[in-house]
């Protein structure tokens, strides 16, 4: 097997000191961080030429990737991915919904999860903020989380009323409604310029000086929807791909999981669609679309507390095929159901 040697700091190689300076301010210390990146994009974020940017990349890759190695073939990824089904999975807290995402959310690139209002967006982040800190054996990445709000306040009613529930739920595992609570931080974004210091500075030292797994943007649409003219709609795609480009960085670096909600918008015709645009959607791993439909009812529920139910679509992923689940939501959290 081919040895990844991505985890190398950039200051322990044949790399000159003001080349490692410039990667360290603009936040690129690991061999896989800079790699994650285009030449063009390290070029803008830390200053130096071109030339340069190609040359650090062709060095770090013949250093990440020696030559020597016996390649693995498909069958053998395959044969893989099938001994250990979820590595690389956050559970969403519900058997139904985690088998129909073939274990639950991937932890690679950013997760999107786009709907109207009250689809059940913010709910199903809040119960990953919780889900996250359980064992890896029991579905999360025993750690904490980070939620950005840009909209409303942070729910905290909300997120107690499920963290009371959660440890009622997994009092085996002992873990206690305060320890939960604890393990979340919560960040506020009013604007962009906001947003782009939380980003750049305050959450790169969280996630290196805290044992975190989750990041939560709730979210983008929110700021750039607002900040931004017609006319500035050349800007806003800059600035949103830089954005992704730095999320993308965290969950390589760090190997946190980046779920970001996103509003929608009117299609010309009918209909709707994810906001951002195109700009946004290509920066985006997977994509899950979450919709309400008044006339559904678990028949199951009592009659005084029918909940809707709303489904959760897959609109792209690199491991799914387009599919969609119904769910409902309860005091306890976010319940899927079988068709």
């Not at 950039?10 to 994650?36: D, M």
């Not at 997760?111 to 209002?117: D, R």
């Not at 006339?295 to 690199?318: I, K, Q, W, Y």
């Amino acid at each position: 097997k081919l040895e990844f040697r991505g985890n190398q700091l950039l200051e322990s190689l044949a790399v000159p000191p003001r080349i490692v300076a410039a990667f360290k301010k603009a936040g690129l210390v690991h061999i896989r961080c800079v790699l994650n990146h285009s030449a063009s994009d390290l070029a803008r974020k830390t200053g130096l030429s071109r030339r340069e940017t190609d040359n650090v990349l062709v060095l770090l890759s013949k250093i990440a990737l020696p030559r020597g190695g016996t390649p693995s073939n498909a069958l053998e990824l395959h044969q893989e991915e099938s001994r250990q089904p979820n590595q690389g999975r956050l559970t969403t807290g519900c058997q139904v919904i985690d088998s129909h995402l073939c274990g639950g959310l991937l932890v690679q690139g950013i997760t999107e999860i786009a709907g109207i209002s009250a689809a059940g967006k913010t709910q199903l982040c809040l119960q990953l903020c919780l889900t996250v800190q359980l064992p890896k054996d029991a579905g999360g990445l025993a750690g904490g989380a980070v939620y950005v709000c840009t909209e409303d306040a942070f729910p905290n009613k909300r997120l107690l009323q499920l963290s009371n529930s959660f440890a009622r739920k997994y009092c085996h595992i002992g873990m206690t409604a305060k320890q939960l609570t604890d393990s979340i931080y919560i960040e506020h974004a009013a604007n962009i310029s906001t947003l782009s210091v939380l980003l750049k500075f305050k959450l790169p030292l969280l996630l290196a000086e805290k044992c975190l797994r989750l990041v939560v943007i709730d979210s983008l649409a929110a700021l750039f929807r607002v900040e931004f003219s017609y006319q500035q709609i050349s800007q806003r795609a800059q600035l949103l791909q830089a954005f992704g480009a730095q999320l993308h960085s965290f969950a390589d670096q760090y190997g946190v999981a980046v779920v970001c909600v996103n509003q929608v918008t009117s299609e010309v015709g009918g209909g709707l669609k994810p906001s951002l645009g195109l700009a946004w959607a290509n920066m985006v791993t997977t994509r899950f679309i979450v919709q309400r439909d008044e006339t559904l009812h678990d028949s199951e529920m009592l009659e005084d507390t029918v909940p809707s139910l709303r489904s959760l679509c897959v609109a792209f992923a690199p491991h799914l095929p387009p599919t969609s689940i119904n769910y409902c939501i309860t005091q306890d959290g976010i319940h899927g159901h079988q068709t």
